[in-house]
């Protein structure tokens, strides 16, 4: 294994506000990449990312799945890309949270239409704190009232983003139909259902953008001395050197490349893969993780030589078995290996590890240090354990947990389900960290707790489908009474009453007017953006 193959991986997320098309997006990436051979359309229930019934009823993407393509752009060789789905909802912020932990890069997606909305921003903030370099997919040109400036604007204000436009959308609205690439110099046309066609610039047309170029060239030179370098002896700044400016300066954080298509009408998707492995980070671009071991801190680069560490980071059930996601962060994991974990200190073998392609797994026979892959068959596993040698035991970082703010009652329709019940809500708690389950001392009522609503229900609706334990959901108990409302810039206000039969609502009065890029904070959950000072906030 050299490091040769470690530079051709992507482990990437994308990110978006929900109905911003990051599911219609991941779909046409992986049909361009080979992957599925038949779209699924969203709302027909049939994307890939998406697994349970519940996301299919309501069109959106709660499991983190991580799927696996291929891509080479221009004459590259072939990169593996693993794209990690991860949910917008707020509910699902820990999804979110422990996604970002194992993923190397970002493709924020968002909607031309409706520009940066309130959890964008707080996925974008999430991924900043991550240090996360990211792209920014500009989708849904095709729609009426699109606006590719609109959003580069909002980039700038609204995240204090510095965003780098790599090209200029042509047409607009139902008319956007190509994209004027400013990095290789030449012309893209997308018409609908018809192949893409690539024109290089002539000097009619570099004379209307070769302005335009120059302004990217001057923008990436600012925080590239490389680049600068070259612009200010005047040399010519062909493509190559310009992509490798900008990959460093993404990578660096300095900037964030800008894209723009229509996911829907597959417009724009070549040009986002090559952007992908053009501009996006290899394991071997990231920092070096550290783990606790015996004899103290240990750094490990990603080594497929050096000692073993992963971070199992997502369970999910399908009908073979548990898949426990692992980011393997060093060394080698081989099929026959027994692993130790905090969990299982004494050692557990693994039995078969696969990839997840598409909708289908594919078993292979060992796995290195950059890779994703999933250990099939461990019953007992525990998202967040860290996997090590049993010579060497080390431990990540865990995944922070945030405190479940909302509680249902449960009841099993059939007094005899009670056991199963238990069962299932053990197993549940398993695989997620802000999913807990506790009996009520006065009233020996089993209570669950999550992060609201949403997740909640996804949870009694496994019971339902995985368990088979249909249940009765008594009124939610509420975890707050009177929490302080915290913004970045400290304590601001108060809750002052609780209004609505379930407790759903809380009337809350802030005692200084927020500021602009303050955010809420309640209960350590993030309940809005820019709020006024008095308003009823849905706590769920
Ligand atoms: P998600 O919630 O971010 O996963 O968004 P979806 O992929 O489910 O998309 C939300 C809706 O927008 C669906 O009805 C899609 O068909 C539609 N959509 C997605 N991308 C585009 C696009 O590029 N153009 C248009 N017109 N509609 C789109």
Redesign the pocket.
């Known amino acids: 294994m050299n490091t040769q193959v470690l530079s051709r991986r992507r482990n990437l997320g994308i990110i ?1 506000h ?8 991941t779909e046409r990436l992986l049909w361009k990449s080979g992957e599925i051979h038949r779209v699924g ?3 027909d229930g049939n994307a890939t990312t998406d697994f349970s019934a519940i996301e299919r009823e309501r ?3 709660i499991g983190a799945a991580a799927v696996q393509a291929q891509w080479a752009p221009r004459d590259l060789p072939p990169h593996r890309l693993t794209l990690i789905d991860t949910p ?1 909802h707020i509910d699902f912020a820990i999804e979110v949270e422990r996604s970002l932990r194992v993923l190397d890069g970002a493709v924020a ?1 968002f909607s031309a239409v409706d520009g940066v909305q309130p959890q964008s921003e707080t996925v974008w903030r999430q991924a900043r704190r991550h240090r996360v370099p990211l792209i920014a997919f500009v ?5 009426v009232g699109a606006s590719f400036e609109r959003v580069l604007e909002q980039l700038q204000d609204k995240l204090r983003a510095r965003p780098w436009a790599l090209g200029v959308p042509l047409g607009s609205e139902s008319g956007f139909n190509g994209w004027v690439d400013l990095v290789d110099e030449r012309v893209l046309q997308w018409q609908d259902g018809a192949a893409t066609t690539m024109t290089p610039w002539d000097d009619a047309v570099r004379a209307q953008w070769h302005a335009q170029r120059d302004a990217l060239v001057e923008a990436v030179a600012d925080h590239d001395e490389q680049l600068a370098d070259a612009w200010l002896e005047g040399r010519v700044i062909d493509a190559g050197t310009l992509r490798a400016a900008i990959r460093r300066a993404t990578l660096a954080g300095a900037g964030v490349p800008v894209l723009a ?5 597959d417009k724009g998707i070549e040009t986002l893969l090559d952007a992908v492995v053009d501009y996006l980070p290899s394991p071997l671009d990231r920092p070096a993780v550290s783990a606790e071991s015996e004899g103290g801190e240990v750094v490990l680069p990603p080594d497929p030589d050096g000692p073993l560490a992963g971070l199992l980071f997502k369970i999910t059930h399908q009908q073979h078995g548990a898949l426990s996601f692992v980011r393997l962060y060093s060394g080698t994991l081989k099929v026959g290996d027994a692993v130790a974990s905090s969990q299982h200190p004494q050692g557990r073998r693994v039995s078969r590890l696969v990839r997840v392609q598409a909708d289908q797994t594919h078993d292979i026979e060992q796995a290195v240090a950059g890779d994703i892959v999933a250990v099939l068959g461990w019953k007992d596993a525990v998202s967040g354990e860290t996997l090590s040698g049993r010579a060497q035991p080390l431990r990540l970082e865990n995944i922070q947990a945030q405190a479940p703010v909302l509680a249902w009652r449960l009841e099993p329709a059939r007094a005899a389900d009670l056991i199963r019940m238990a069962q299932g809500l053990a197993s549940l708690a398993q695989e997620d960290p802000s999913f807990r389950v506790e009996t009520d001392r006065d009233t020996a009522e089993t209570l669950v707790w999550g992060m609201g609503e949403l997740h909640l229900e996804v949870m009694v609706e496994r019971l339902r489908s995985e368990w088979k334990v249909d249940v009765g959901v008594g009124s939610p108990r509420v975890a707050y009474q009177e929490t302080p409302m915290r913004a970045m810039t400290g304590v601001v206000g108060r809750l002052v009453k609780q209004t609505g039969g379930q407790g759903q609502f809380a009337h809350v009065v802030l005692d200084v007017a927020p500021r602009e890029d303050d955010q809420i904070v309640f209960n350590d959950r993030i309940v809005g953006g820019v709020v006024p000072r008095s308003f009823i906030a849905a706590v769920e």
């Open positions: 978006a929900i109905d911003a098309g990051k599911t219609t997006l359309e969203v709302h069109g959106i993407t917008g997606v989708n849904k040109m095709d729609r298509g229509a996911a829907f009408k």
